[in-house]
Nanobody
Framework: QVQLVESGGGLVQAGGSLRLSCTAS????????MGWFRQAPGKEREFVAA????????YYTDSVKGRVTISRDNAKNTVYLQMNSLKIEDTAVYYC???????????????????WGQGTQVTVSS
């Protein structure tokens, strides 16, 4: 059974930084792209960032480019999301997810992911 466990969320002032972590178990971690998504109250879940199974390529939504970095440590089965220069509009529950197919593509599509973490709240205050 695949499990994804996120940590690192919290309350931070605008302009601050947070690093989210997501540790996976139950799957050959280094064969699957991983993604981070977020969902704000009253809004649909949206793509934030993704990273290829070997960490060579990353993909970001436009609103976070230059402020957010996704990385992974395959030896630790962990993917990270470093968020800097946080804005109030970054407030959301953040979810990590594992793609449903090994060596997959279309990393920005929610339906390309089959396992999700429980979510971690990120709140950015003014």
């Amino acid at each position: 059974q695949v499990q994804l466990v996120e940590s690192g969320g919290g309350l931070v002032q605008a302009g601050g930084s947070l690093r989210l972590s997501c540790t996976a178990s139950g799957r050959t971690f280094n064969s699957y792209a991983m993604g981070w998504f977020r969902q704000a109250p009253g809004k649909e879940r949206e793509f934030v960032a993704a990273i290829r199974w070997d960490g060579i390529s990353q993909y970001y939504t436009d609103s976070v480019k230059g402020r957010v970095t996704i990385s992974r440590d395959n030896a630790k089965n962990t993917v990270y999301l470093q968020m800097n220069s946080l804005k109030i509009e970054d407030t959301a529950v953040y979810y990590c997810a594992s793609q449903k197919r090994p060596y997959g593509s279309s990393w920005w599509l929610t339906n390309e992911y089959d396992y999700w973490g429980q979510g971690t709240q990120v709140t950015v205050s003014s």
